[in-house]
């Protein structure tokens, strides 16, 4: 019968995607610009990757442009990844150029898709797993459950590495810091106290702000700003595709060895 089939193909290939997704190279936290780029370059360099948005729709803040208004302006040394995601684009001036934020959004999403990237929607991570003092995976949980709040025990999900992608919140920094009892200074980002995040030194402005922020954890885009005391800012867009893709440079040398 059809609807018996219907039910059967999106229960079995679903969790074959599911189990087949349990060890990875690297699990992203958080589909934003940022995390998203990341994705990509990882799954074309040939890596397992798999990352979770807590939301129904991946995509963070890239949607809405800035208030609302869906267009994007990109700098010139981020072009080279608009144009390795195939977004058309209009020279605006002086280096800057403009995109369309729905065309380019769904653009990151299939190209990290199709390049073999893994992307669960509606997964909220509330956890790392560490092992010997190393983050390695994340814990998984269906958003409505948290919503809800009804007492169901999340899954593990193991990764030689994991990218925090969460945007201004900068969960999985906090969640590391907390556990390692590192003060991060969440008013204004930037870490208090002698303890640091910081176990390879980086550089401080956002669109730099990718590195190592604990063996095991790095941290792209917005997510940043907890640990480098990066102050909230307006649509850098074309500094969160860099990041994404510094993080996934770095990834691939460390992997790639
Ligand atoms: O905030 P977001 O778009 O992250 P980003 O890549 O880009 C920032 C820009 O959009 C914008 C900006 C540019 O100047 O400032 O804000 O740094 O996307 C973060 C994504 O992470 C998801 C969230 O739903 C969003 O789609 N997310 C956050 N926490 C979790 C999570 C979590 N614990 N588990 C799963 N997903």
């Not at 390049?115 to 092992?131: P, R």
């Amino acid at each position: 019968m059809i609807e018996t089939q219907v039910s059967k193909g999106i229960i079995t290939t679903y969790f074959d995607k599911l189990q087949n997704n349990l060890d990875l190279d690297v699990a992203i936290v958080g589909g934003g610009p940022s995390g998203i780029v990341a994705a990509y370059y990882l799954a074309k360099a040939g890596l397992k990757v798999a990352q979770f948005d807590r939301k129904l729709s991946p995509g963070g803040g890239m949607w809405g442009g800035a208030m609302m208004f869906n267009q994007i302006v990109i700098q010139e040394e981020a072009m080279h990844i608009v144009k390795d995601f195939d977004i058309n684009y209009e020279a605006f001036e002086d280096g800057l150029y403009t995109i369309d934020s729905v065309e380019s959004t769904s653009s990151l999403l299939y190209h990290a898709v199709h390049a073999g990237a893994t992307i669960f929607n509606c997964y909220s991570v509330e956890d790392v797993v560490f092992k010997n003092n190393v983050v390695s995976g994340v814990v998984v949980n269906w958003t409505p459950v948290l919503r809800e709040g009804l007492h169901v025990d999340p899954l593990n999900i193991m990764a030689k590495c994991v990218i925090d992608g969460t945007g201004h919140d900068s969960e999985m920094c906090k969640v590391v810091a907390r556990k390692n009892g590192i003060q991060l200074d969440t008013a204004t980002g930037g870490v208090i106290g002698e303890r640091s995040l910081d176990v390879v030194e980086g550089e401080r402005m956002v669109v730099e702000g990718t590195r190592e922020v604990y063996p095991g954890l790095y941290v792209c885009g917005m997510a940043s700003s907890a640990v480098a005391g990066t102050p909230r800012m307006g649509p850098i867009f074309g500094g969160m595709m860099l990041s994404g893709k510094k993080v996934a440079d770095m990834i691939i040398e460390k992997l790639k060895k």
